[in-house]
């Protein structure tokens, strides 16, 4: 199933962040599409909730080097 979300992601800086944080969720299995904004600190995933989830996305974010704001 083809699920959308959208995470606050803080520390990208310019288009070299997110061209780093696009390049790594499209590499997971699963993943339909990402996009990265460092003026908004956001990023929208799509992804097949059958072959990945959010964990699995935010991980890949934290391991490339940006934080991933959790909602309280």
Do not use: H, P, R
């Not at 520390?11 to 908004?40: D, F, P, R, Y």
Request: aromatic residues 2%; contains cysteine; proline residues 0%.
């Amino acid at each position: 199933m083809i699920e959308s979300a959208s995470l606050k992601v803080t520390g990208m800086k310019c288009g070299g962040c997110e061209n780093n944080v696009t390049t790594k969720l499209k590499s997971i299995n699963g993943v339909q599409s990402a996009s990265a904004s460092s003026k908004n600190q956001e990023v929208v995933v799509e992804f097949d909730s059958d072959l990945t989830d959010l964990d699995t996305i935010s991980q890949a974010i934290v391991n490339t080097g940006y934080t991933v704001v959790e909602d309280n």
